[in-house]
């Protein structure tokens, strides 16, 4: 099958190699240089406002595509030498059909808001992202390809005035936050997104059409008259103080009691660095970074899984830049960089290049789980260098070629003892992974892209589990992804093939699961009868199939599924599962029925449910200690929003394992969680996150008054709380104070 798969992907490419895919047109329209000055102040009476042009052909997307949408919008642009500025006029015209609330920045994108996106390069790839929503709450981020990142955070201006015909907005972005060519024609592009949440509605400007596959910046219009514009040569320093205070106590089994309480008081001081040597490229430094602003880690359910649990970035230094890192295989995963204690970071562009490189010494104490092939404990990483480097170039438009290059020298604390069978082994004294590799992606058509990569790696081990192979051993491999798509906003069909060999490492990236050929098909089908309850519903079938080295089977999937859009702001989706896994040396065959329900319709709740049921593998230490039982999971979630200044995310996800149904519970877990957030203005907010894991018995609290200026000039105070189970009573654990306070200076 593996051998099936690669020939019919060789057979797609040379059918529609032969066409070179066309360019599409764009609409254009021009930015005005502004006469006098500007006041950001949400209305737009200043007479450069009337000079400029403005864009008013907005239309529907996703659903009823084309069509005017109910409320009309307008959109004028306007520059000078230091910023370049958006003003929106967005009509409302129902009373009280403002959907929007003051909320912390970044969470407003289920709000009424409109999204400026700015194509800098213009190459229609990458873009700049800007929302504001009618009370002037903030959101940016980086979008490639067709999914914005939210972790990036700009310094730009907003305000907004709202009246009983809508409202309107002035959005100054510096040039000194964008990156750019000086040397251009003077075109940058343009991509504007409008939603309307009480009619269900989407518009942009241009029409963003379903039938072209690719990025989305590949339908944006073209910004010109943006000549003369000067960019780099800033100086960004970003100083912390901080201090904290942290209590923890413990059980002794041996007095069977709590431990005496351990106290460890600190300050620490650090320092980030950005420098823009050109209008294109960004230098970062960090020295000893402090990341206690950043918010908690959601609890993860981590009982009977196969795979190692996989937790998102939101630290300021690995989000710069961060899209530039990205390839098909995964290789960059920087959570692995536990304990910064120096880096530094190179991003941007020179001429059709992207470029990237980071270097940083890491203290250790990140997870090795999830790293590849040969010995991994999955336990804490010895303290060691990362470095990065990616370098990619455009041609046409929508394909280009990359190359990344990854490495990890580890180096254990000479004297570190490990036992396996109680032979007791000292740790070699250092270790180091390199991977190399080669991507590629060329669309070939309106509507067929291919993505490629080939990655390569050597190893000498660093981390020891059972030596074997032994603790000094070398080893290396190869990995590939190759995926074909299409899409004519009608049909969507995906083919692709994955293979992680048996002795692939990244110890940088994030695997799942080596020793494995992947090869599958996705493919959907979009049915829209717009009528009064339904607005769209689509067929989907996907399937996949893995292969070992040998060629044996060792998992495959098929799953028939339809989502269901419904009027006002409801989805539904039915999906089943059919499948089989081999664990050890048995093959499990295993059957599962999921449903799926959104519905946003008030404005002060929506509420999601999922819920999972059918057999499932209890994943024992042999094969006499697996068996197939009955596995149900169930996630809900609640976002209640009793007025615009409060915000209540409420979660609850349980996972109940059987040794059949309705009979033989072996666990039942629940993992709880109630993030609040009180907005008193856009700059100062109060959060509370309680979260309980049954499993674990234990309940974390945190809670943090936060002032934020700008993103990097802040001031938090904040608590951490456990509370455990010993004993059949609950024990408060740890507790810890902080204060930070950092300022970004801006020259």
Same mark, same amino acid.
């Given at each position: 099958m593996a051998k099936a798969a690669r020939v019919l992907i060789i057979a797609l490419l040379g059918a529609f190699l032969p066409a070179a895919a066309r360019a599409l047109d764009h609409p254009a329209v021009a930015a005005t240089r502004a006469g006098g000055s500007l006041r950001v102040d949400g209305v737009l009476d200043e007479p450069d406002w009337a000079r400029a042009e403005p864009i008013t052909d907005f239309r529907l997307i996703f659903n009823r595509e084309g069509e005017v949408p109910a409320e009309s919008t307008e959109v004028r642009v306007l520059f000078d030498d230091g910023r370049i500025y958006f003003g929106l006029r967005c009509a409302n015209r129902t009373p009280g059909a403002i959907r929007a609330s003051l909320t912390p920045r970044d969470q407003n994108l289920d709000d009424d808001n409109v999204a400026v996106h700015l194509d800098t390069y213009h190459d229609r790839r990458r873009a700049y992202?800007?929302?504001?929503?009618?009370?002037?709450?903030?959101?940016?981020?980086?979008l490639t390809g067709t999914e914005p990142d939210f972790d990036w955070d700009g310094v730009w201006d907003a305000e907004c005035t709202r009246d009983a015909q809508g409202w309107s907005a002035e959005i100054a972005v510096p040039l000194r936050t964008l990156r750019f060519s000086e040397r251009g024609d003077g075109v940058w592009g343009l991509w504007i997104r409008r939603q309307v949440t009480k009619k269900d509605e989407v518009c942009s400007w241009p029409l963003w059409k379903l039938s072209v596959a690719g990025d989305i910046m590949l339908q944006g219009g073209d910004l010109t008259g943006l000549t003369g514009l000067k960019g780099g040569g800033g100086l960004e320093a970003q100083p912390y103080v901080a201090s904290t205070r942290s209590d923890t106590r413990g059980w002794s089994d041996s007095r069977n009691s709590l431990t005496d309480w351990s106290r460890d008081s600190r300050s620490d001081a650090g320092l980030d660095l950005k420098v823009a040597p050109s209008g294109t490229l960004a230098a970062n430094l960090t020295f000893n970074p402090d990341y206690s602003q950043v918010e908690a880690d959601a609890l993860q359910i981590d009982v009977n899984r196969r795979y190692a649990l996989?937790?998102?970035?939101?630290?300021?230094?690995?989000?710069? @830049? /961060?899209?530039?890192?990205?390839?098909?295989? #995964?290789?960059?995963?920087?959570?692995?960089?536990?304990? *910064?204690?120096? =880096? %530094?970071?190179?991003?941007?562009?020179?001429?059709?290049?992207?470029? @990237? /490189?980071?270097?940083?010494?890491?203290?250790? #104490?990140?997870?090795?789980?999830?790293?590849?092939?040969? *010995?991994?404990? =999955? %336990?804490?990483?010895?303290?060691?260098?990362f470095a990065i480097t990616r370098a990619a170039v455009d041609v046409g438009e929508g394909s280009g070629f990359g190359l990344l290059a990854t490495a990890h020298y580890s180096r254990w604390p000479r004297g570190v003892i490990f036992t396996a069978d109680a032979n007791p082994q000292t740790a070699p004294d250092q270790g180091y992974n390199l991977v190399l590799a080669g991507d590629a992606r060329l669309r070939l058509s309106r509507t067929t892209i291919f993505t490629g990569q080939v990655a390569t790696s050597s190893t000498v081990t660093d981390s020891v589990a059972n030596f074997s192979p032994p603790p000094t051993a070398r080893f290396s491999d190869l990995a590939y992804d190759a995926t074909l798509a299409y899409t004519d906003g009608i049909r969507d069909l995906k083919l692709f093939q994955q293979y992680f060999g048996p002795d692939f490492r990244a110890e940088t990236g994030f695997i799942k699961r080596t020793d494995t050929r992947k090869s599958g098909i996705n493919s959907d089908f979009y049915v829209r009868p717009q009528n009064a309850w339904l607005r769209s519903w689509e067929p989907i079938l996907n399937g996949y199939v893995i292969h070992d080295r040998a060629g044996r089977i060792q998992e495959w999937w098929v799953s028939p599924m339809v989502d269901w859009k419904l009027q006002k702001q409801f989805?539904?989706?039915?999906?089943?599962?059919?499948?089989?896994?081999?664990?050890?040396?048995?093959?499990?065959?295993?059957?599962?029925?999921?449903?799926?329900?959104?519905?946003?319709?008030?404005r002060a709740i929506a509420l999601s449910a999922e819920m999972e049921v059918?057999?499932?593998?209890?994943?024992?230490?042999?094969?006499?200690?697996?068996?197939l039982g009955w596995t149900e999971e169930y996630r809900y979630q609640a976002t209640l929003r009793p007025s615009p200044r409060l915000t209540a995310e409420l979660t609850a996800n349980q996972n109940r394992f059987s040794r059949g149904r309705g009979r033989g519970v072996l666990y039942d877990v629940w993992v709880l969680g109630a993030r609040t957030t009180y907005q008193f203005t856009r700059r100062l907010y109060a959060r509370v996150y309680p979260q309980v894991d049954t499993e674990a018995e234990h309940v974390d609290l945190d809670a943090l008054l936060g002032y934020v200026i700008q993103p990097g000039s802040v001031l938090y105070a904040g608590v951490n709380a456990d509370v455990d189970r010993f004993n059949g009573h609950r024990y408060s654990t740890g507790r810890t104070f902080f204060l930070k306070a950092s300022y970004r200076f801006l020259r």
């Open positions: 992202v800007f929302v504001v929503n009618p009370y002037g709450v903030q959101a940016d981020g980086i996989y937790y998102p970035e939101k630290r300021p230094f690995f989000l710069e @830049g /961060a899209e530039i890192f990205a390839t098909p295989l #995964g290789l960059v995963y920087t959570r692995r960089m536990a304990d *910064p204690l120096a =880096g %530094g970071k190179l991003t941007g562009r020179a001429g059709r290049w992207r470029l @990237g /490189a980071l270097a940083l010494w890491d203290d250790g #104490g990140g997870s090795t789980a999830g790293i590849g092939g040969g *010995p991994s404990s =999955g %336990g804490p990483s010895p303290e060691g260098a989805r539904v989706h039915t999906m089943y599962e059919r499948s089989m896994e081999r664990w050890i040396s048995r093959d499990y065959r295993q059957n599962r029925y999921i449903l799926e329900l959104e519905s946003s319709t008030l059918g057999e499932g593998i209890y994943y024992g230490p042999s094969d006499s200690a697996s068996f």
